[in-house]
Nanobody, 119 residues
Framework: VQLQASGGGLVQAGTSLRLSCAAS????????MGWFRQGPGKEREFLAT???????HYGDSVRGRITISRDNAKNMIYLQIPDLSTEDTAVYFC??????????????WGQGTLVTVSS
């Protein structure tokens, strides 16, 4: 299984961003797919996950702010982040595995895409 995240880069505070992740090399109907991030000097943080039946779960720090979506036909997941702040600066990882909010719920990890928010 390979996960390829994209959509990161240098962005201005106050703008929005949509990250994408393409999954390949496996069957994803039974896998939850989601996102973690790791900011500079911080621990890896769970953001969101979604299964193929559209059940979603968000991390406490981002619930109500970000949106995860999934296109099962294309094996793609997305993360929409509005109103970016410098606190959102991090490497964002796409993951696939068991539905949950812990690092070890996910056996497959992408390489990460860096998001840098400038003020």
């Amino acid at each position: 299984v390979q996960l390829q995240a994209s959509g990161g880069g240098l962005v201005q505070a106050g703008t929005s961003l949509r990250l994408s992740c393409a999954a390949s090399g496996g069957t994803f109907d039974e896998l939850a797919m989601g996102w973690f991030r790791q900011g500079p000097g911080k621990e890896r943080e769970f953001l969101a996950t979604m299964n193929s039946r559209s059940l979603r779960h968000y991390g406490d720090s981002v619930r109500g702010r970000i949106t995860i979506s999934r296109d099962n036909a294309k094996n793609m997941i997305y993360l929409q982040i509005p109103d970016l702040s410098t606190e959102d600066t991090a490497v964002y990882f796409c993951v696939a595995g068991r539905f949950g909010n812990r690092l070890w719920d996910y056996q497959y990890w992408g390489q990460g895409t860096l998001v840098t928010v400038s003020s």
